[in-house]
């Protein structure tokens, strides 16, 4: 229980820090983006500048969570507060989705009146080679962090980092080729960066919901569970396992069959021993058994 603590501990420290660093970095380039995106009249920055806005916005609803989700169990939740990340998680997914569909019914207003479309100044070319660079280092380092302590939610963020890298790829692209004498491009690069937004908050959101619904986990990991709790000397079988998750860790229950002349000190310390080896396996915070007996004269 106290690796447990620590662990949880390391992970809120680990996601404070590293989401307050994505929050300068964010800071700085949504002033730059948008001033620059303004002047220069490139709709492709601007709609960049304001997916960094929705950076800035995840990362709060991050530092909130991992705040509250590093408690322990109190008089109110009785399963401690992991599913604080996931609800983020979800309301991360959210605000991608929006914004988005924002960015794409702008482009397409702008994609209906051509003639409108000015030449952008070659600022913004300069303005989105920055916020290319500083995004994709910005997501190399939280995808570290995020797997070092194993947190779903810092990887969604991170990966919101890396999406934000590749908005800013396709807006360099856009400004360039605007640049060259092909004014659509700016406004087309914009849809695209809203497409992939939205598309990157669909896939947060749907897996958020799964989880937040209590869908069992994946049928691989479901199966080396399976594996480790028939293979625990003294089980003679399992049924009805179960399982769901809670943030990033998984709860389990199962009903293990055991030989019906056993005492109930022999099957708690056999429960025990199945319990053991699936939390020191796999991501489990833990395994609520039951003991069913069976005559084991009749299985052999």
């Given at each position: 229980?106290?690796?447990?603590?620590?662990h949880?501990?390391e992970?809120?420290?680990?996601?404070?820090?590293?989401?307050?660093?994505?929050?300068?970095v964010?800071?700085?380039?949504?002033?730059?983006?948008?001033?620059?995106g303004?002047?220069?009249?490139?709709?492709?920055?601007?709609?960049?500048?304001?997916?960094?806005?929705?950076?800035?916005?995840?990362?709060f609803?991050?530092?909130?969570?991992?705040?509250?989700?590093?408690?322990g169990?109190d008089?109110?939740?009785?399963?401690g507060?992991?599913?604080?990340?996931?609800?983020?998680?979800l309301?991360i997914?959210?605000?991608?989705?929006g914004v988005?569909?924002?960015?794409?019914?702008n482009?397409?207003?702008?994609?209906?009146?051509?003639?409108?479309?000015?030449v952008?100044?070659?600022?913004a070319?300069?303005?989105?080679?920055?916020?290319?660079?500083s995004?994709?280092?910005?997501?190399?380092?939280?995808?570290?962090?995020?797997?070092?302590?194993?947190?779903?939610?810092?990887?969604?963020n991170?990966w919101?980092?890396?999406?934000?890298?590749?908005?800013s790829?396709?807006?360099?692209?856009?400004?360039?080729?605007?640049?060259?004498?092909?004014?659509?491009?700016?406004p087309?690069?914009a849809?695209?960066?809203g497409?992939?937004?939205?598309?990157?908050?669909?896939?947060?959101?749907?897996n958020?919901?799964?989880?937040?619904?209590?869908?069992?986990?994946?049928?691989?990991?479901e199966?080396?569970i399976?594996a480790?709790?028939?293979?625990?000397?003294?089980?003679?079988?399992?049924?009805?396992?179960?399982?769901?998750k809670?943030g990033?860790?998984?709860?389990?229950?199962?009903?293990?069959?055991?030989d019906?002349?056993?005492?109930?000190?022999?099957g708690h310390?056999?429960?025990?021993?199945?319990?053991?080896?699936?939390?020191?396996?796999?991501?489990?915070?833990?395994?609520?058994?039951?003991?069913?007996?069976?005559?084991v004269?009749?299985?052999?």
């Amino acid at each position: 229980m106290k690796a447990d603590q620590t662990h949880h501990q390391e992970r809120s420290r680990a996601g404070k820090h590293s989401t307050w660093i994505s929050v300068g970095v964010n800071l700085l380039l949504v002033v730059l983006q948008l001033t620059v995106g303004f002047i220069a009249k490139s709709q492709a920055l601007v709609a960049d500048a304001i997916h960094s806005l929705s950076d800035l916005i995840s990362d709060f609803i991050v530092l909130v969570a991992n705040k509250h989700s590093s408690k322990g169990v109190d008089d109110d939740h009785h399963y401690g507060h992991l599913r604080y990340e996931t609800a983020a998680t979800l309301a991360i997914g959210v605000i991608l989705i929006g914004v988005g569909l924002g960015m794409l019914w702008n482009a397409a207003g702008s994609l209906q009146n051509p003639d409108q479309i000015a030449v952008v100044h070659p600022a913004a070319l300069v303005v989105a080679c920055i916020a290319l660079l500083s995004k994709e280092l910005l997501f190399r380092y939280m995808l570290k962090v995020a797997k070092r302590v194993q947190s779903t939610m810092l990887v969604a963020n991170a990966w919101h980092a890396r999406s934000d890298a590749a908005s800013s790829l396709i807006v360099s692209l856009g400004v360039l080729a605007n640049l060259c004498g092909f004014p659509l491009a700016d406004p087309l690069a914009a849809a695209l960066v809203g497409l992939m937004v939205a598309r990157m908050g669909w896939k947060f959101s749907i897996n958020a919901f799964h989880d937040l619904t209590d869908k069992a986990i994946d049928t691989a990991t479901e199966a080396r569970i399976h594996a480790l709790l028939v293979n625990t000397p003294g089980v003679q079988g399992i049924h009805d396992l179960r399982t769901r998750k809670l943030g990033d860790m998984i709860w389990v229950e199962v009903d293990i069959e055991m030989d019906a002349t056993l005492s109930i000190a022999e099957g708690h310390a056999i429960a025990s021993e199945a319990k053991r080896r699936v939390m020191q396996a796999e991501p489990v915070l833990d395994v609520t058994t039951h003991f069913d007996p069976v005559d084991v004269s009749e299985i052999r």
